[in-house]
T-cell receptor, first 116, second 116 residues
Framework: GAGVSQSPSNKVTEKGKDVELRCDPI?????LYWYRQSLGQGLEFLIY????????KSGLPSDRFSAERTGGSVSTLTIQRTQQEDSAVYLC??????????????FGPGTRLTVL | AQKVTQAQTEISVVEKEDVTLDCVYE???????LFWYKQPPSGELVFLIR??????QNEISGRYSWNFQKSTSSFNFTITASQVVDSAVYFC?????????????FGKGTKLSVKP
């Protein structure tokens, strides 16, 4: 079946603009994760959804970052007033079951965000 | 605190050589999961293997093998008779089953270059 898809694949924006990144998980996967990959920080966890709920948003880097998930499927990561330090590859992953940590996460191709 | 250390930043080998990628982890949890992912130049993280903390049996899959040793908190990955297509960044990751959101804690990755 289809894997995790993300759009856009590349996004170039100007400092101060808002951006929306989209993730479409594998059908039937109840858990969804956002990560960020940058040269300086490696792969860092941002937020986790179980269904439509995100129990803990403390991994988001700042209050300019928000995320939502609707219908237990598609998720959107929004970055407001983008800064140059937001430049990174944003990765989405999904896993099958509702018990976190026990299932394999499958990753999408990522969105490369460049803030000028 | 949870932590994954991949001490080898870059490794270069010649095709057909065997190569071992090291991974050392730290966790206070008794139940946890360890993963290896491959990130080829295309950028997508590809799942290779998952092991749980109660299963220390080594595993072999074709040219790939994994050595899990709880006594040394290590989960090393060996590629036998390496090929150019094995060139990628390899990430080791840890996920705890309790008291977490199931997010993956990644090492910094090891960049493997296999030269013909």
């Amino acid at each position: 079946g289809a894997g995790v898809s993300q759009s856009p694949s590349n996004k170039v924006t100007e400092k101060g603009k808002d951006v929306e990144l989209r993730c479409d998980p594998i059908s039937g996967h109840t858990a969804l994760y956002w990560y960020r990959q940058s040269l300086g920080q490696g792969l860092e966890f941002l937020i986790y959804f179980q269904g439509n709920s995100a129990p803990d948003k403390s991994g988001l880097p700042s209050d300019r970052f928000s995320a939502e998930r609707t219908g237990g499927s598609v998720s959107t990561l929004t970055i407001q007033r983008t800064q140059q330090e937001d430049s990174a590859v944003y990765l989405c992953a999904s896993s099958l079951r509702s018990r976190p940590g026990t299932d394999t996460q499958y990753f999408g191709p990522g969105t490369r965000l460049t803030v000028l | 605190a949870q932590k994954v250390t991949q001490a080898q930043t870059e490794i270069s080998v010649v095709e057909k050589e065997d190569v071992t990628l090291d991974c050392v982890y730290e966790t206070r949890d008794t139940t946890y999961y360890l993963f290896w992912y491959k990130q080829p130049p295309s950028g997508e993280l590809v799942f290779l293997i998952r092991r749980n903390s109660f299963d220390e049996q080594n595993e072999i899959s074709g040219r790939y093998s994994w050595n899990f040793q709880k006594s040394t908190s290590s989960f090393n990955f060996t590629i036998t008779a390496s090929q150019v297509v094995d060139s990628a960044v390899y990430f080791c990751a840890l996920s705890e089953a309790t008291g977490s959101q199931g997010n993956l804690i990644f090492g910094k990755g090891t960049k493997l270059s296999v030269k013909p």
